[in-house]
């Protein structure tokens, strides 16, 4: 099994673009996130999705746009990059079956820089 | 609001040192606490606390939960540079699957 994983896995955007981060996991798990993390600010949630076609905001949605039209899928989207966009990224997933309930896998992160 | 603290943020100590990271947690309806490890690439999983299990171990590293202070320890004895790495904890509370997280703490391993 691959688990989790992201495309791509490096960007570059100029302020105002647009791009599409994708996460696959192939583990059948009902729940996915995506996560950003900056220095001395920790892992901080966008979005999460609690099942194919279901959504929600995290703690820092704004700028951000995601869909899950696929269960095994989960897309992240910049409609008009920002410099304070520049980030590493991560999806994650989590299953609702037994023990351990709470882990969450993570993919290997991309790393996005908005210029 | 639910938070989730570590100490210290960073540490640097020796081979063969023995190092104590801390997390303390105040989430509403706790259901666990959760410990990772993040080297340059993503987070990985270490262990998992519980109301049913308070105590953890794998080798080199072992964790405790107290429930009643409400804090977490995670403890590496006998360290080797390949334990640098930053140490994550996160909490998990309520029904909705989503974990708090803590800032982390930057652990050094010098030879």
């Known amino acids: 099994n691959a688990g989790v994983t992201q495309t791509p896995k490096f960007r570059v955007l100029k302020t105002g673009q647009s791009m599409t981060l994708l996460c696959a996991q192939d583990?059948?798990?009902?729940?996915m996130y995506w996560y950003r993390q900056d220095p001395g600010m920790g892992l901080r949630l966008i979005h999460y999705?609690?099942?194919?076609?279901?959504?929600a905001k995290g703690e820092v949605p704004d700028g951000y746009n995601v869909s899950r039209l696929k269960k095994q899928n989960f897309l992240l989207g910049l409609e008009s990059a920002a410099p304070s966009q520049t980030s590493v990224y991560f999806c994650a997933s989590s299953s609702t079956g037994t023990t351990p309930l709470y882990e969450q896998y993570f993919g290997p992160g991309t790393r996005l820089t908005v210029t | 609001e639910d938070k989730v603290v570590q100490s210290p943020l960073s540490l640097v100590v020796h081979e063969g040192d023995t190092v104590t990271l801390n997390c303390s947690y105040e989430v509403t309806n706790f259901r666990s606490l959760l410990w990772y490890k993040q080297e340059k690439k993503a987070p990985t999983f270490l262990f998992m606390l519980?109301?049913s299990g308070i105590e953890k171990k794998s080798g080199r590293l072992s964790s405790i939960l107290d429930k009643k202070e409400l804090f977490s320890i995670l403890n590496i004895t006998a360290t080797q540079t390949g334990d640098s790495a930053i140490y994550l904890c996160?909490?998990?509370?309520?029904?909705?699957?989503?974990?708090?997280w803590g800032l982390g703490t930057s652990l050094a391993v010098n030879p």
């Open positions: 996160a909490s998990a509370g309520g029904n909705n699957r989503k974990l708090i």
């Open positions: 519980t109301s």
């Open positions: 999705s609690v099942g194919e076609g279901t959504t």
């Open positions: 583990m059948n798990h009902e729940y």
